[in-house]
């Protein structure tokens, strides 16, 4: 990317308007907010409040098109093996592909898969939800735990808590991820084992937190249940690893698989999303994949100007790599969407928190931003002010649905109109004529006003995007994860990295071995250095 003609001729242009404020750019053209936002569906996306002018884009998307964006947009649709390390295509888009498209990987159309695993978690549900599917005792199933961690746990716990208006009644589904045993005993506390169904959620069914936490609850399961013959009731796993599930002793009939071509985090679509099923219904979280395919279709169909992904991936860049910046907040108007900042983190920080292009090479520019956010209004309680006056840049991306799935009136509008209120403030500030009327205004004196000036001042011209929709449904929730999945996708492409790996996470997954090893049995410590060696024999003696 940094060898293309766009990046030069950015670079001089980020000279020009790095001084340019964004109130001249929306005091000179009226027309600002049409042309810089636009429609999908319900959804309004309002990014006129950028630091950019017709000719950034103009720039930004010569740099996608000089980078081969459609392109490698088809190659990933196409099943084509992107994820470069581990020589398997990326295709979450096939668990939600509501067209007749086959999609083939190698030379096999994988629908029809997709399609029965979706019947046998329809059954499945349908079972559950009507009380045929009883626990040991012939009581029916009022708790739902999902044991996993990671992309097998911050997807489904993001989107059952976003869908809680559509939560069947009578049913509860909770999360278990930690291995702290605080995690588990805290869920388990509160549960009956006769009317709680697990959820074993691990793409590889190797995961020693996951498995240290099924294993603690089958223990307690069956110090109630006494008979192993009643875990095939209460336990089943979402997996692609059908031996490993055996080993545990689950019966490979209550296994919902997935496969290789889907990556962790990118899982919510397949069988890890059945907990979300649970809470809310089959028919939703058919909804929720319908709304997933809709935003694919249209980032595999619409122009590079016109395309939400690609626009929202090419204004991140624009902020990272020459406005220097280091984070990305993620600020929903919605407590529902409490999850969504976490989620999003993993998402993007697992994705393109890469250093290495996919042909091995060390990347020449920066690449994936700190993912960071909390829902308003409580954000601006609390890090707003550094946002507003503190000394970075840091791009915002607000989200707000127009209507509550709750009593309407004033709660609502008040939320929504501090959204609104936080995104303007932001761009145009306050100048220091602004803050001397206001304080005028209050009958401060003319000494007060001297002095507290400076601190009543905002610089604004800080940038955001605005995501609006008509309410926090299924098929929006679908919309908006694609919308992110694929401006991460962009990123990637364009810094030239694999987003499908995690190199990362799979050190963290080993690491912990040895030591573990070292504080269960004593023994001669391999070695580690001074500091590592004197904190484990620290432990060993206060253990
Ligand atoms: C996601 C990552 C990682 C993974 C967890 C759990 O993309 O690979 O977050 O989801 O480590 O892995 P398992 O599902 O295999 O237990």
Redesign the pocket.
Known sequence: MTHTQAWQELKEHHRQISTKHMRDLFSQDPQRFERLSLSFEDLLFDYSKNRITDHTLRLLYALAGQCGLEDKIGRMFAGERINCTEQRPALHVALRNRSSRPIHVDGEDIMPRVHAVLDQMRAFVDKVHSGAWRGFTGEPICDVVNI?????DLGPRMAVQALTPYHKPGMKVHFVSNIDPADLADTLAVLRPETTLFLI???????QE?LANAHGARDWFLQAAGETEHVARHFVALSTNSERVRDFGIDPANMFPFWDWV?????LWSAIGLSIALAAGMDRFEELLAGGHAMDEHFRNAPLDRNLPVIMGLLGIWYVNFFGAATQAIVPYAQHLQRLPAYLQ?ADM?SNGKATTCDGRAVCCDTGPVVWGEPGTNGQHAFFQLLHQGTRLIPVDFLVPMHSHYAPGEHHHILLANCLAQCEALMRGRTDAEARIQMEAQGLDQADIFRLVPHRVFPGNRPSNLLMFDKLTPRILGILIALYEHKIYVQGTLWGINSFD?WG?ELG?QLAGTILTELQEGGALSEHDASTAGLIRHARRNL
């Open positions: 996993g961690i990671g992309g097998s959620a691990s793409k590889t069914f190797g995961t996951t990556g962790g985090r990118y899982s993993q697992e995690q996470v997954k």
